[in-house]
């Protein structure tokens, strides 16, 4: 029996590329898609070459040409930057770390693109993320795991096999309606495989470069980034019990956890525990092992169940989560606020964890598996 039609997401890089030929070896029809979602031509301002659009649609073009797939342009950027970029800036202005890639790929990757799929009468998208999704395959014994209808069963999203490059972290906003027509074709594979893979079939990407920084805007420096958005403005730098120490540029330009670049000395080692709008003043702790640095608890808001129903059977049971990206897994427990309706938690962690940021996302996990997610505060 044939299988359906797939829009894979091409950025150019090798993953992507490589999924393209997995999903011709498994027998999908293959339609690829370019996601033009930034440019340095509408403000992007001084932005690395590595991640210009431009460079990455050509090698994405000659990889479909190479396949002998169709290939599409979509052109998101001004979706991008109302529903990404201005929310980014808007976070760091309140003082709170966002996470722009968790935000790309719930409202490009795996809306608007999803969306262009169902203009070509694609069943599922693909993307070259490091992760795995799984059906029910009891349920329906005729499908195969990994594959089958796109309307039937529940879904399981696991982490990538290859931990060191697991990508669940950033796809923890998205639902089961969202994953039930998702594929991605290197989640059992090893990056190594990958790259073995890309130059056994003489990917004209074989050996490009992995891509770096914020999504689809690239690698840049982050300060500079946002100086250029944000006007700085001079305020107190000051420690947990009150004591001026210097000066900062600006609230916005600093980071939760952060050591160096506060132009502080003494030998002291300082870091960055809070900051404050409304005084636009940045807190530090003194030395490692202050207290602040810690929290054993932390509030979510704006839950998103990955899992099919809700988190009511994980409450006050062990499961794990992890606050950021890379970061190894911690023991928690979930207990969910019963006059929110479920769109609030709180988590006690069974080992304080270090620089919680809030606006960040807290991604939940049972073993491998993501459960979903919320927004710290």
Not at 294 to 302: D, F, G, P, R, V
Request: aromatic share 10%; hydrophobic share 35%; net charge negative.
């Amino acid at each position: 029996m044939a299988k359906p039609r797939v829009l894979l997401g091409m950025s150019g890089g090798v993953d992507s590329s490589v999924s393209a030929v997995l999903l011709l070896e498994q027998g999908y029809e293959v339609i690829g898609g370019f996601m033009k979602n930034w440019s340095d031509s509408k403000g992007g301002g001084n932005l690395s070459e590595e991640c210009s659009w431009r460079t990455e649609r050509r090698d994405a073009m000659r990889v479909a040409a190479q396949l002998g797939i169709e290939f599409h342009t979509f052109d998101f950027e001004t979706e991008y930057r109302k529903l990404v970029y201005e929310y980014m800036i808007d976070e760091y202005r309140a003082g709170r770390t966002p996470n722009p890639d968790v935000l790309c790929n719930k409202y490009m990757k795996f809306d608007l693109f999803m969306r262009e799929a169902d203009k070509l009468g694609c069943e599922f998208i693909a993307t070259g993320h490091y992760a795995r999704v799984v059906r029910d395959t009891k349920a329906h014994p005729t499908l195969n795991e990994g594959e089958g209808s796109s309307k039937r069963g529940s879904v399981q999203l696991l982490a990538g096999v290859d931990h060191n490059k697991d990508q669940s972290y950033f796809l923890c906003q998205l639902t089961q309606a969202q994953l039930k027509r998702v594929l991605f074709p290197i989640g059992e594979l090893e990056k190594t495989e990958v790259r073995e893979l890309a130059r056994k079939h003489e990917l004209v990407v074989a050996d490009k470069k992995d891509s770096q920084g914020i999504c689809f805007v690239g690698k840049v420096d982050m300060q500079a980034f946002l100086e250029a958005r944000i006007q700085p403005h001079a305020g107190n730098i000051v420690t947990t019990a009150g004591e001026i120490i210097g000066q900062h540029r600006g609230f916005e330009f600093y980071t939760i956890g952060q050591r160096g670049g506060l132009g502080v000395g003494g030998g002291t080692p300082y870091y960055v525990v809070e900051r404050r709008p409304e005084t636009n003043e940045v807190v530090v702790a003194v030395g490692d092992e202050d207290p602040a640095l810690y929290k054993s608890e932390l509030q979510a808001i704006n839950l998103t169940e990955t899992i099919e129903g809700n988190f009511v059977k994980y409450q006050s049971q062990p499961i794990q989560a992890r606050i950021r990206y890379r970061q190894p897994l911690a023991s928690c427990e979930l207990s969910l606020d019963a006059n929110s309706q479920q769109s609030t938690a709180n988590v006690r962690f069974t080992e304080p964890q270090r620089a919680v940021a809030p606006g960040q996302f807290i991604a939940f996990y049972v073993d491998d598996e993501l459960i979903g997610s919320g927004v710290i505060v």
